[in-house]
T-cell receptor
Framework: GAVVSQHPSWVICKSGTSVKIECRSLDFQATTMFWYRQFPKQSLMLMATSNEGSKATYEQGVEKDKFLINHASLTLSTLTVTSAHPEDSSFYIC??????????FGSGTRLTVV | QKEVEQNSGPLSVPEGAIASLNCTYSDRVSQSFFWYRQYSGKSPELIMSIYSNGDKEDGRFTAQLNKASQYVSLLIRDSQPSDSATYLCAPGADGLTFGKGTHLIIQP
């Protein structure tokens, strides 16, 4: 089946540093990738939608200069959390659309900013 | 603003019984609907998708859709302890708007 590989699965970084999260579609081409954030005991919140070769579309309230998304190829999308702060600690998940068959999710990245 | 409403639970069901999960949504444009299961600390996994009014069965799972009422449900028959998880409803257009999910507990 279609698999999205997400790395790293967890990361701890110091406040003020940047962290890059990668999502790769392994056996299909992901024209569109969605990025979500999930805080403890809350639902997934869509942060942004990235389309290969164009600028990402950010949801209201999400800082585009803080959460940099790059979707340079049909198999790779990256999310960079710049100048991370403790309030950015969360579970970040990417997802790719599989046409009418729904969406497939990466395994998620647990970010802890200390 | 798209909204998805689910009873957050926890919903406790004895092992072997039927678990019934409900969801209402506000976006009338949505044509596809998905149920995802999420274990604690893991990413969601697709359980069922449904596109037409009525019932769709897949093994122990049955999804029911009523577009006129903007309502979608998921029935889990012969509930197993491994079914204990949070179940997320998502009407899907571009991206997915998730409900907060229903926390299901299957009691052995």
């Amino acid at each position: 089946g279609a698999v999205v590989s997400q790395h790293p699965s967890w990361v701890i970084c110091k406040s003020g540093t940047s962290v890059k999260i990668e999502c790769r579609s392994l056996d299909f081409q992901a024209t569109t990738m969605f990025w979500y954030r999930q805080f403890p005991k809350q639902s997934l919140m869509l942060m942004a939608t990235s389309n290969e070769g164009s600028k990402a579309t950010y949801e209201q309230g999400v800082e585009k200069d803080k959460f940099l998304i790059n979707h340079a190829s049909l198999t790779l999308s990256t999310l960079t959390v710049t100048s991370a702060h403790p309030e950015d600690s969360s579970f970040y998940i990417c997802s790719a659309r599989l046409g009418i068959w729904g969406y497939t999710f990466g395994s998620g990245t647990r970010l802890t900013v200390v | 603003q798209k909204e998805v409403e689910q009873n957050s639970g926890p919903l406790s069901v004895p092992e072997g019984a039927i678990a019934s999960l409900n969801c209402t949504y506000s976006d009338r444009v949505s044509q596809s609907f998905f149920w995802y299961r999420q274990y604690s600390g893991k990413s969601p996994e697709l359980i069922m998708s449904i596109y037409s009014n009525g019932d769709k069965e897949d093994g122990r799972f049955t999804a029911q859709l009523n577009k006129a009422s903007q309502y979608v449900s998921l029935l889990i028959r012969d509930s197993q302890p491994s079914d204990s998880a949070t179940y997320l409803c998502a009407p899907g257009a571009d991206g997915l708007t998730f409900g907060k999910g229903t926390h299901l507990i299957i009691q052995p």
